[in-house]
C-alpha cells in the first residue's frame, strides 16, 4: 500500500507507556510502581453491590445510553454534597466508559480541524491522541519543577484567535499538583474573558493531601462553558469497572453526548448501579482513602529520598515525582528500562507526558496506591541505586 496504514494524526503514538512498562513488571517479576492502578480492591459492600445487579438482572443488558438513571442521580447528588453545584440528572449528567471515554468524547465533539486546545505540560498521554483524533492542535503549558505551579502569563501569552479549548487537570497527573482557589479563578476569568470552552479532568478531586479542590465550574461565568469530568476507579479502587462521568449544562452535555454514543454507546451496566451506591458512601470513607493514601505517600516519598533521588512531594492524586539527577542519571526512558534489573521496581520516565521529551528527561514517577508491605519492598529494593551510582 502506497499510503501508511495509521492515520497520519496518530503518528508517533504508539502503544501507551504504562502497558509497556507493565508487560515489562510481568516479564521481570518486578514491582509495577508505574501504572496508577490499586493493588487491593475498594469497599467489599461495593463489590458486592455489583454482584447483586449482575444477579438481579440490572445492567446486564444496554443500559440507557445516557447512563443508569440512578448513577446519573447519584452523580448529580455528589456534585451538590461536596461542591454545592447543581445538575439536572437527566440533561446534565452522561456516565462514560471512565474518564478517558469522556475525554475522547468531549474533544471529538467540541473541536474542529484547526483549533487550538492548551493543556498543562506535562499531561496524561491520552490528551494528545484525543485532541490530534478530532484534527486540532495541541498547545502545551509548562508546569516546571520544583513546584509545578501553571503559569499564567504564559497561559494568557499562549491564547491566539485559534484557540478554543483549555483541557486541564487538577489534581495533575504526573506531578500532583492541585490548582488554589486564587489559580482557578484567574483561569476561569480568563475563559469567561476570551469565550473559551474548558475541560476539567477531575479523577483525582478526593485525593487531596493540601489545599482543596475547585472545581471550576463552580465560579461564575464558568457553568455554561466547562465539562467537568471524574470516574468511580481513583476514588472507589475498581479501576477495571471503567465508570466515568461528564457534568455540565444541557447544550454541553448534549454535544459530547452525541459524540459519545458512537464510541461505546453503552457499557459496564451493572457497575453503573454499584457505583451509584458508592456514591452516596458516608465523609469517612472519602476521608480515610485520603488518610490512607497520604501514609503511603510518605512511605514511598521517604524511601525515594533514601534511595538517593529528590523527591518532590505531590498535594494530590497517587503519584510521586522524583528527580534521578542526584544519583547520576540523566535519562528517564533510560533508566526506567534498567530499573526492573538493577532492584526489582517499575516506574514511568516523565518525559513520555511532554511535546519536548528533554522537558521531562530527569524525570521519574512512581504510584504510591499499593499495599505498605509493597511499597516497604519497594524502598528497600529501590536502595540499591545508591551502589549502583557509585
Given at each position: 500500500m502506497r499510503r501508511p496504514l495509521l492515520n497520519r494524526r496518530l503518528d508517533g503514538l504508539g502503544t501507551t507507556v504504562f502497558a509497556e512498562m507493565s508487560a515489562l513488571a510481568q516479564r521481570t517479576g518486578a514491582i509495577n510502581l508505574g501504572q496508577g492502578f490499586p493493588d487491593t480492591d475498594?469497599?467489599?459492600?461495593?463489590?458486592?453491590?455489583?454482584v447483586r445487579a449482575l444477579r438481579d438482572?440490572?445492567?446486564?443488558?444496554?443500559?440507557?445510553?445516557?447512563?443508569?438513571?440512578?448513577?446519573?442521580?447519584?452523580v448529580a447528588e455528589h456534585?451538590?454534597?461536596?461542591?454545592g453545584t447543581r445538575f439536572d440528572p437527566d440533561t446534565e449528567v452522561l456516565v462514560t466508559a471512565g474518564a478517558t471515554e469522556a475525554v475522547a468524547a468531549s474533544m471529538l465533539a467540541l473541536l474542529e480541524p484547526g483549533d487550538e486546545v492548551i493543556a498543562f505540560e506535562?499531561?496524561?498521554?491520552?490528551?494528545?491522541?484525543?485532541?490530534?483524533?478530532?484534527?486540532?492542535?495541541?498547545?502545551?503549558?509548562?508546569?516546571?519543577?520544583?513546584?509545578?505551579?501553571?503559569?499564567?502569563?504564559?497561559?494568557?501569552?499562549?491564547?491566539?484567535?485559534r484557540t478554543r479549548l483549555l483541557l486541564l487537570n487538577s489534581p495533575h497527573n504526573p506531578t500532583g499538583t492541585v490548582l488554589t482557589r486564587a489559580e482557578a479563578s484567574a483561569v476561569a476569568e480568563l475563559a469567561v474573558a476570551h469565550d473559551l470552552l474548558v475541560v476539567t479532568d477531575e479523577v483525582y478531586e478526593h485525593l487531596v493531601f493540601e489545599g482543596a479542590h475547585h472545581p471550576l465550574i463552580s465560579f461564575p461565568g464558568m457553568r455554561e462553558r466547562t465539562v467537568s469530568i471524574s470516574s468511580a476507579g481513583k476514588t472507589f479502587s475498581f479501576?477495571?469497572?471503567?465508570?466515568?462521568?461528564?457534568?455540565?449544562?444541557?447544550?454541553?452535555?448534549?454535544?459530547?453526548?452525541?459524540?459519545?454514543?458512537?464510541?461505546?454507546?453503552?457499557?459496564?451496566?451493572?457497575?453503573?448501579?454499584?457505583?451509584?451506591?458508592a456514591l452516596r458512601l458516608p465523609d469517612t470513607h472519602f476521608s480515610s482513602?485520603?488518610?490512607?493514601?497520604?501514609?503511603?505517600?510518605?512511605?514511598?516519598?521517604?524511601?525515594l529520598e533514601e534511595a538517593g533521588l529528590t523527591v518532590y512531594r505531590p498535594q494530590g492524586t497517587y503519584f510521586v515525582t522524583a528527580d534521578i539527577g542526584p544519583l547520576?542519571?540523566?535519562?528517564?526512558?533510560?533508566?526506567?528500562?534498567?530499573?526492573?534489573?538493577r532492584c526489582g521496581v517499575v516506574a514511568v520516565p516523565h518525559s513520555v507526558f511532554y511535546d519536548d521529551p528533554d522537558?521531562?528527561?530527569?524525570?521519574?514517577?512512581?504510584?504510591?496506591?499499593?499495599?505498605?508491605?509493597v511499597l516497604r519492598e519497594a524502598t528497600d529494593r529501590l536502595k540499591t541505586l545508591r551502589d549502583w551510582s557509585r
Open positions: 475498594g469497599p467489599e459492600e461495593i463489590r458486592e453491590a455489583a438482572g440490572r445492567g446486564n443488558q444496554y443500559p440507557p445510553g445516557p447512563g443508569v438513571p440512578e448513577l446519573r442521580e447519584a456534585q451538590a454534597r461536596f461542591y506535562p499531561y496524561y498521554d491520552s490528551y494528545t491522541a484525543c485532541i490530534a483524533m478530532a484534527g486540532a492542535r495541541h498547545v502545551p503549558l509548562p508546569l516546571r519543577a520544583p513546584d509545578f505551579r501553571p503559569d499564567l502569563d504564559a497561559l494568557r501569552d499562549a491564547l491566539t484567535p479501576t477495571g469497572w471503567k465508570v466515568g462521568w461528564v457534568t455540565g449544562s444541557a447544550a454541553l452535555v448534549s454535544a459530547v453526548r452525541t459524540a459519545k454514543q458512537y464510541l461505546t454507546f453503552v457499557s459496564s451496566g451493572p457497575f453503573q448501579h454499584a457505583v451509584a451506591e482513602l485520603r488518610e490512607d493514601l497520604r501514609r503511603k505517600k510518605e512511605i514511598l516519598s521517604a524511601g547520576g542519571e540523566e535519562d528517564g526512558i533510560t533508566f526506567c528500562l534498567r530499573l526492573p534489573e522537558a521531562g528527561r530527569g524525570l521519574v514517577r512512581f504510584a504510591f496506591c499499593k499495599q505498605d508491605d
